[in-house]
């Protein structure tokens, strides 16, 4: 990006006079000059000039001379050449990781692919079965594994060392039951009654008959391209959503249900009312899968990524090595802030200005020691 010009304090091999001008350099095409000396006690000076170039200006006065070091032309025309070839140089780059990727994959492709031609020789390859049938079945056995394993420990206040980790200690220790029995009942109508229903509707009505053949495995950068594009959906659906259903009669007759939990455990992430099931759990996970028509490996990537959110965001343990539940947690403890998934909308709409303000922002962030959050931050 810049033309340099060396002097080296010696011409044809005589030391140069300490009193001599920096040396200057003019570019036919235009340019800003800039003169960088070196004076003889060490301390460094740097006069710029404006080269008028084709239009024949001379250039100002150039001041007190300095012995020279170093001198360099930013020249326009030097910039756009030295921008393409960086342009040039990071598309190479980039195709060059993508053929090791894409390679590697194709290294390993064929044990991945009987892998996973032999599991579609067992459960079988019908697109209807595997979107609608084999991957609700999937996602909901993953919801309740997954946060099962939290309720455990809320049930048994075991292991206790894990209690250090709580995001609001003393609440749900232990659960009751007669709680949990109500709130299992309650996913239970939401994933069954609701959801396949819903399942069954949206693949017969947006993607039957345009995904791909499940048994052509997709590349690893489509997966990660339709991957990024559920994120962006996602985040976007649910946020405005959630903001929909603070406001009144929404709130009041529909999302009340989900903030009974000011103090959330993991199985209360499906714990709310039917409409809000639809619109704020099901739809924006959807919408990604649904537009890019996306292959059924990618969808089974993609919706258990969304339950391990969605469990620590509501599970109540900020654990070590995890991302931070702190966010969502301030929302179910506030209820009038957080209510994005990763908080770049609620900055922009300033919607987390306490929570900026607050305790809850400081320990959000991942816990790279065994320490708690409220060790590392405590409230007072």
């Known amino acids: 990006m810049f033309g340099f010009a060396t002097e080296s304090g010696q011409s044809g091999g005589k030391a140069q006079d300490a009193k001599s001008e920096p040396a200057i350099r003019e570019e036919g095409d235009g340019g800003v000059a800039v003169a960088v000396a070196v004076d003889k006690d060490g301390a460094t000076g740097m006069r710029a000039f404006w080269d008028f170039g084709r239009n024949g200006a001379s250039p100002p006065q150039k001041g007190a001379p300095m012995p ?191 903030h009974e939990w000011s103090a959330p455990f993991a199985w209360t992430a499906m714990y709310c009312h039917p409409l809000e099931h639809v619109l704020s759990n099901m739809i924006p996970p959807m919408i990604g899968i649904q537009l890019m028509r996306a292959h059924i490996l990618t969808a089974a990537i993609w919706f258990p990524l969304v339950i391990f959110n969605t469990i620590r965001d509501h599970c109540g343990y900020h654990l070590p090595f995890f991302p931070s539940p702190e966010y969502h947690d301030y929302h179910h403890a506030k209820f009038t802030e957080c209510f994005g998934t990763f908080g770049y909308l609620d900055w922009l709409h300033g919607t987390d200005t306490r929570f900026r303000q607050s305790k809850q922002h400081q320990r959000h962030r991942t816990l790279w020691t065994l320490k708690s959050a409220r060790e590392l931050y405590p409230d007072s």
């Open 68 to 258: 020279v070091r170093s001198s360099f032309v930013i020249s326009p025309a030097r910039c756009k050449r030295a921008g393409a070839a960086a342009a040039a140089a990071g598309a190479t780059a980039t195709r060059r990781v993508m053929d090791t990727i894409n390679s590697s994959w194709t290294a390993a492709g064929s044990l991945v692919q009987a892998r996973w031609n032999a599991l579609l020789d067992v459960i079988g390859d019908e697109p209807e079965f595997l979107y609608v049938w084999a991957l609700t079945v999937y996602v909901h056995s993953v919801f309740w594994l997954v946060g099962g394993l939290f309720v455990l420990m809320d049930l048994t206040n075991k292991p206790a060392c894990l209690r250090r980790y709580k995001t609001q200690p003393g609440r749900n220790e232990p659960i009751g039951w007669p709680e949990l029995a109500g709130v299992a009942r309650t996913i239970l109508l939401n994933q069954t009654v609701v959801g396949i229903p819903l399942t069954y509707v949206g693949y017969h009505a947006t993607i039957k008959g345009m995904v791909p053949d499940p048994r052509v495995l997709p590349s690893p950068l489509e997966i990660l391209r339709h991957l990024v594009v559920c994120v962006f959906f996602a985040e976007i659906g649910f946020y405005y959503v959630h903001r929909l259903l603070h406001l009144g009669p929404l709130y009041r007759y529909v999302h009340k249900k989900h």
